[in-house]
């Protein structure tokens, strides 16, 4: 039993409430990895290092996150535009950042896989809109409230990266705001019966391929304290 | 003049203790991404007066081993960390997020009285 309340007060250190028991461990993106790494050098070879900055990502902070995305794909005829190639309502818990700590950044990582596409020519076109209020859960048809980004992008290969660091600063203000992120990719430019056919092959892989996440950064005042005040 | 005190053997005087703790043996690799392990380095053993001028030590420890020497009832100086460096931390918590996070003054480098 003193192990036990031991481990608590060790994991309450850490800052979790009980053992973590992931059923499987998420990708770690390769700028976690290297900012890992570079802090575990410089602690070893004695190197002095500001704990409160994130040089990788030039922004203040002391902890990072990378949440998954818990939305879903959504399949309706009904949305907007014919040539849509996917469509998918992106989801970011943030209950996990407590309401004292500050948010120095929040970057929406869209990776749309290996660049498998074939060479079609049209370009895609991918829309990026705030779901405000969304009308109706079950046939879910949302009224993106804000389209906040709109990037054409010819056939998007790799990762794209958005910043979010003011909805994210919303969402974490309020919690009830945060309905998520509404992704539509779209196919511009005209096209004959034998792209449609590839293009629908096309969007299927990019279903299956897409994976979003979005990468926080806090800073804990009481940790951080500004360095002037710390050298007083 | 010092008085000399009775020799102490090199092993008890202050100096910092190695010890790793493997996260696997607590079960936590299950969780922690990196690192594998922690140092859980320690500072122990004595700060007799005739090695507070060489043992890493402050001057007040000087003086509080003088004291000890002239007033026993007075307690001997301490071996505690005079140099920490932090560790960071890669896990994974409940909702999938991975977290890294910096904590510092986490491992013991040096020890002084």
Redesign the interface.
Known sequence: QTLQFR?HVFLKF???D??????K??P?PYI??K??QD??TA??T?VS?D?CYVKELGVRG???????DQGFFLYSENFSQASSCLQKLLYF?L??IKDKKQLTMAQLGLDLGPNTYYNLGPEMELALSLVQEPHVWGRFIPKPGKMFVLQSVPWPQGVLYFNLLDVAKDWNDNHQKNLGLFLEMLVKGDRDAGVNFQLEDICASLRRSLHASLLVVTLNPE?CQPSSRKRR | AAIPAPYASCKNLCHRHQLFINFRDLGWHKWIIAPKGFMANYCHGDCPFSMTTSLNSSNYAFMQALMHVVDPAIPQAVCIPTKLSPISMLYQDNDDNVILRHYEDMVVDECGC
């Not at chain 1, 009980?18 to 059923?23: E, L, R, T």
């Not at chain 1, 002391?62 to 949440?67: D, S």
């Open positions: 481990e850490l800052g979790l009980k053992v973590p028991s992931p059923q461990f998420q770690v976690m990895k900012i890992f802090q575990e602690a070893t004695g290092q704990l002391n902890v990072l996150r990378l949440l998954p818990n209950s996990a940790q």
